[in-house]
C-alpha cells in the first residue's frame, strides 16, 4: 500500500541551529512530494513539492527539501531555525490522477531560544 | 485574494447528535476537498469534488458522513449521527485546476475542530 513516513514524531531545536526533518515514502513509481506546515490553529501551507528534475528543491521561508530517489526519501531542511518556525510539518505524496494526497502523521518542531 | 473560509472553527456536541461544516473555496477554484485530521495523525482525504461531481469518496463513512458542493462552489460536510472518533479537525482545501493534475496545488483553509462528548 501507498504510505509515507514520518520517523520522528518530535523535535527540539534551538534557534539558528540547522534542521533537517526525515520524510520516507513507499509507492510503487516514484511519487510527487510535498511539505506542508500547519501552525497552531491555522491550516495547512505549502513549503516545497518536488515532480521532477534537480532534485534539491528550494521552498518559502527559507526552507529546502532534497530527494534521494535510491532511499526513498525526501527530507526537508533548514540552515538556520528561526523561533516562528515552530510548528508541524507534514510530508505528503501522490501517484497523480486525481491529486490525492497521502500525509505522513507530522512532525512536530520546537524551537528553544 | 481571499482564502479557503471555514465555519464554525470549532463545535462541542454530544455523540448521536448531528454537526454541519460549511466551506468556501478560493473564487475559480474547481476542485474542493474534505479532509479529517485526528489529534497526532496526518489529515485524511473524506471525499473530493471537481465542479459539482464527485470524484473520490471512497473514504467517506457514507452511513453517517454525507456532503454536497452545489453550484460547483461552496460545500457543505454533514455528519449524523456523531460517534466520539469523530473528534479531529474537518480541513477543506481547494485548488485551481478542474483536471486534477499533479501540479495542482492545494491551498487549506483554518479547518473546524469538532469535540464529540
Known amino acids: 500500500a501507498q504510505s509515507v513516513t514520518q520517523p520522528d514524531i518530535h523535535i527540539t531545536v534551538s534557534e539558528g541551529a540547522s534542521l533537517e526533518l526525515r520524510c520516507n515514502y513507499s509507492y510503487g513509481a516514484t511519487p510527487y512530494l510535498f511539505w506542508y506546515v500547519q501552525s497552531p490553529g491555522q491550516g495547512l501551507q505549502l513549503l516545497l513539492k518536488?515532480?521532477?528534475?534537480?532534485?534539491l528543491v528550494q521552498g518559502i521561508k527559507g526552507f529546502e527539501a532534497e530527494f534521494k530517489r535510491s532511499q526513498s526519501s525526501f527530507n526537508l531542511r533548514k540552515p538556520s531555525v528561526h523561533w516562528s518556525d515552530a510548528a508541524e510539518y507534514f510530508c505528503a505524496a501522490n501517484s497523480g490522477g486525481y491529486n490525492k494526497l497521502i500525509f505522513g502523521a507530522g512532525t512536530r518542531l520546537a524551537v528553544h531560544p | 485574494e481571499a482564502g479557503v473560509a471555514q465555519s464554525p472553527r470549532y463545535k462541542i456536541i454530544e455523540k448521536r447528535q448531528s454537526v454541519a461544516f460549511w466551506c468556501n473555496p478560493i473564487?475559480?477554484?474547481?476542485?474542493l476537498y474534505w479532509y479529517q485530521q485526528i489529534l497526532g495523525q496526518g489529515p485524511k482525504l473524506l471525499i473530493q469534488f471537481q465542479n459539482n461531481g464527485v470524484v473520490d469518496d471512497s473514504q467517506l463513512p457514507k452511513d453517517r458522513f454525507s456532503a454536497e458542493r452545489l453550484k460547483g462552489v461552496d460545500s457543505t460536510l454533514k455528519i449524523q449521527p456523531a460517534k466520539l472518533e469523530d473528534s479531529a479537525v474537518y480541513l477543506c482545501?481547494?485548488?485551481?485546476?478542474?483536471?486534477?493534475?499533479?501540479?495542482?496545488?492545494?491551498?487549506f483553509g483554518p479547518g473546524t475542530r469538532l469535540t464529540v462528548l
Open positions: 482545501a481547494s485548488s485551481p485546476l478542474g483536471g486534477g493534475g499533479v501540479t495542482d496545488t492545494q491551498y
Open positions: 518536488y515532480f521532477s528534475g534537480d532534485t
Open positions: 473564487s475559480g477554484h474547481a476542485t
